[in-house]
C-alpha cells in the first residue's frame, strides 16, 4: 500500500520565486469573446498529428470532430465554434521549434451551434472502464498542465493503479489558470477526479496544491464535504518552484522517487493535471470535447490580465484585446510562464490545448539575458536542480555534441524547470543546451529507425527473390524427372499396355451407373438424372 504522508515534504532543490499571481485573479473567470476566425492545428498534442476530416468550404458544428487520430499516441481536434472552413494549410504555431504546422482555418457564423457529440454518458460511475477511456480519447483530451500527451493513454497504464494524483501545484510564476478554476469550478474538478479514479480503479487519490494557493484548497475541501467524498485526500505542498513536476510533486506527496527513466506506473501511480480531470468532466457529463481551456494573460505588458476561458484556435492578438491590448511595458510574449515558456515571435499565432499562459513581460520582468561566460565549475546548478542531475556536465557534454555521455548523465530527466540557468553566474543558457542535446538525439534515433526499416526491407526482398528462385529450380528439376520417367516414342509394347489400361478404365465407368441403380432399386430408376435431391429429402 502507497502511504499519503500526513505532512508532505520539500522537494529536493528547486527555488523560491516571487508567485506574481495575484494580479490575474483580481477578476472572476469569464469567456473570451468569440473569434471572427479561428486557427486550429492538427498537432497539439504529444504524438503523431491527426488527419484532417474536412475540406475547403465545409460548414462545421460546434465539437464536430474536424481531425481524427490514426495511432495510439494522438489525439482528434474538434472545431471550436460553428461556421465554415476556409482554409487547410501551413500555419505558424505556438512551439519551440517554431516551424509551421497543418492547421484548419473557421470563419465562424457566430450562431455557435453545437454538434451531437455522443460524448455524454448517463451514468459514467457505472460505466466500463474502457468505455470512459474511449470517449475520452474520442473528446481530444490531452494532459492541460504544459504537455499534452493524451489523456487516455495515460488512463491506460496497462498495469493496476493503486494511487491517482490530481496535480493542483502549478509551481510557475504568473500562472494562475488551475488556481481560477479550483476556486470557479470547483465541482467540476472534483467531478472530473472521481471519473478519473473510477477509469483507473485507483485504491487512493490525493490532489496536491501548492501552500500558497489557500483560497483553493478551502474550495476544494467545501467541495469534497458537498459532494460527500472521504476518499479523496487533499495536501497542501510546500511553495518551491518546480514542486509540481510530476516526478517531484510525488515525491512530495508519498516520499517516493521515480527511478531515472520511469515512469510513476512503474510504482504503481498515475499523475493528472487538475485542469485535464476538469475537462474530463465537461465531455463526459456535458458532451463537450475539449474545444477551449482557461488561459492565464497576465504581465506588466498587458492591460487587464485576468484568466479567459478562451476557444483553441483563437488567435493570440484577438485574446490580448480582450484584455485591453497591451500597456507600453509590452517587450516579450510568451506562451507559459517564465521559467518553461516559449518566446513567441509575434501575436498571430493561435491558442492551442496546452496554452496555459500569455505572458506579455516587460523588460524589468524578464530582462536581457547578459552575454554568456564559461563555466567556472562552481556547482550552483547542481544545488539547485530537482532532478538530482549534474547541469554542468549536461551541458558540457551537450555542447562537444557528445551524446552518448550526455545520456549517462540522465539528459532524458531533466524537466526543463530552468533552475539551474537562473542560477548560473555566467548567464549560460543551459536549457537551450538541453533542448537542443534532445532533440539532435531524437532526430539521430528517427534516422537510425529509417535505416533500420530500409535494412529490414532490403534483407526480405534479398531473401524473398533467394526463395522464389530455390522454387524455380525446383520446378524444373521435378518437370525434368517426370519426363525422363514417361515411355519414349517408339516403345510398342509399353504404348500397348497404356491403351490396355485406358481401354479397362473406360469399361469400368460404364458398368457402374447400373450397379448402382441397381442397388437403389425401381423407384429411382424412374426419377431422371440429377435426383440425388429427391432421393435424400426421403
Ligand atoms: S552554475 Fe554555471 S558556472 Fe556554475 S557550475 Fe553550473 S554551469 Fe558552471
Ligand atoms: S538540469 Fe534540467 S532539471 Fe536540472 S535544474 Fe537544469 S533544467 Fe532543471
Known amino acids: 500500500m502507497i502511504e499519503i504522508l500526513e505532512q508532505p515534504r520539500q522537494i529536493f532543490g528547486g527555488l523560491r520565486l516571487a508567485a506574481n499571481k495575484a494580479q490575474s485573479l483580481r477578476t472572476p473567470l469569464r469567456s473570451a469573446p468569440l473569434p471572427e476566425r479561428l486557427i486550429v492545428p492538427l498537432s497539439q498534442h504529444i504524438g503523431e498529428p491527426a488527419e484532417t476530416l474536412v475540406q475547403v468550404g465545409d460548414k462545421v458544428l460546434k465539437g464536430q470532430p474536424i481531425a481524427r487520430s490514426l495511432n495510439y499516441i494522438s489525439a482528434p481536434v474538434h472545431a471550436p465554434t460553428s461556421g465554415t472552413v476556409t482554409d487547410i494549410g501551413e500555419y505558424a504555431v505556438p512551439h519551440p521549434s517554431g516551424l509551421k504546422a497543418t492547421c484548419v482555418v473557421i470563419h465562424a457564423d457566430g450562431a455557435d451551434r453545437s454538434a451531437d457529440t455522443g460524448l455524454k454518458m448517463d451514468d459514467v460511475f457505472c460505466a466500463d472502464p474502457a468505455d470512459i477511456r474511449q470517449r475520452v480519447r474520442e473528446a481530444g483530451i490531452v494532459g492541460l498542465g504544459g504537455a499534452g500527451f493524451p489523456t ?33 469550478r470547483t465541482a467540476e474538478v472534483i467531478d472530473g ?3 478519473m479514479r473510477h477509469a483507473l480503479q485507483a485504491q487512493q487519490v490525493v490532489i496536491g496544491v501548492e501552500d500558497n494557493m489557500p483560497r483553493a484548497v478551502d474550495c476544494l475541501r467545501r467541495g469534497l464535504e458537498a459532494a460527500g467524498e472521504r476518499d479523496i485526500r487533499l495536501l497542501a505542498v510546500p511553495t518551491v518552484y518546480p514542486a509540481g513536476g510530476e516526478k517531484q510533486l510525488i515525491y512530495a506527496l508519498t516520499g517516493k522517487e521515480i527511478p531515472s527513466q520511469g515512469l510513476p506506473a512503474d510504482l504503481g501511480m498515475v499523475c493528472h493535471n487538475v485542469g485535464t480531470a476538469a475537462a474530463v468532466a465537461r465531455a463526459l457529463l456535458q ?63 493561435p491558442v492551442i490545448k496546452t496554452s496555459n499562459c500569455l505572458l506579455a513581460a516587460s523588460v524589468e ?14 556547482a550552483r546548478c547542481t544545488e539547485v536542480c530537482p532532478a538530482y542531475l549534474l547541469p554542468q556536465q549536461l551541458f ?48 539521430l534515433e528517427r534516422q537510425r529507425t529509417k535505416a533500420d526499416l530500409a535494412r529490414q ?58 450397379t448402382v441403380s441397381a442397388m437403389r432399386g425401381s423407384a429411382d430408376s424412374e426419377q431422371g438424372p440429377g435426383s440425388d435431391t429427391g432421393s435424400d429429402s426421403r
Open 365 to 378: 520582468e524578464i530582462p536581457p539575458p547578459p552575454a554568456a561566460l564559461p563555466c567556472i565549475r562552481c
Open 152 to 184: 487516455a493513454v495515460k488512463l491506460n497504464p496497462g498495469r493496476p493503479v493503486e494511487l491517482l494524483v490530481i496535480n493542483a501545484a502549478e509551481c510557475e510564476p504568473y500562472i494562475s489558470c488551475d488556481e481560477a478554476l479550483m476556486c470557479e
Open 193 to 195: 477526479v472521481r471519473i
Open 457 to 514: 526491407r532490403h534483407e526480405f526482398r534479398v531473401e524473398r527473390l533467394e526463395r522464389e528462385k530455390k522454387a524455380l529450380e525446383e520446378r524444373r528439376a521435378a518437370a525434368k524427372k517426370g519426363l525422363a520417367a514417361r515411355p519414349k516414342s517408339g516403345d510398342a509394347e509399353a504404348k500397348k499396355a497404356e491403351i490396355a489400361a485406358a481401354l479397362a478404365r473406360v469399361k469400368g465407368k460404364k458398368t457402374q451407373p447400373a
Open 396 to 443: 558540457w557534454y551537450a555542447r562537444s555534441r557528445d551524446f552518448d555521455k550526455v545520456q549517462d548523465y540522465n539528459l532524458f530527466d531533466c524537466i526543463e524547470c530552468g533552475c539551474c540557468a537562473r542560477v548560473c553566474p555566467s548567464h549560460i543558457p543551459l536549457v537551450q543546451y538541453y533542448r537542443f542535446a534532445k532533440t539532435e538525439i531524437w532526430d
Open 287 to 349: 458532451g463537450e470535447p475539449l474545444i477551449s481551456r482557461i488561459v492565464t494573460i497576465t504581465g506588466a505588458g498587458v492591460s487587464q490580465p485576468c484568466n479567459l476561458e478562451v476557444r483553441i484556435g483563437t488567435p493570440i492578438a484577438d485574446v490580448i484585446a480582450s484584455c485591453g491590448g497591451y500597456t507600453e511595458q509590452a517587450a516579450h510574449l510568451l506562451m507559459g510562464g517564465p521559467m518553461m515558456g516559449i518566446p513567441l515571435p509575434n501575436d498571430r499565432m
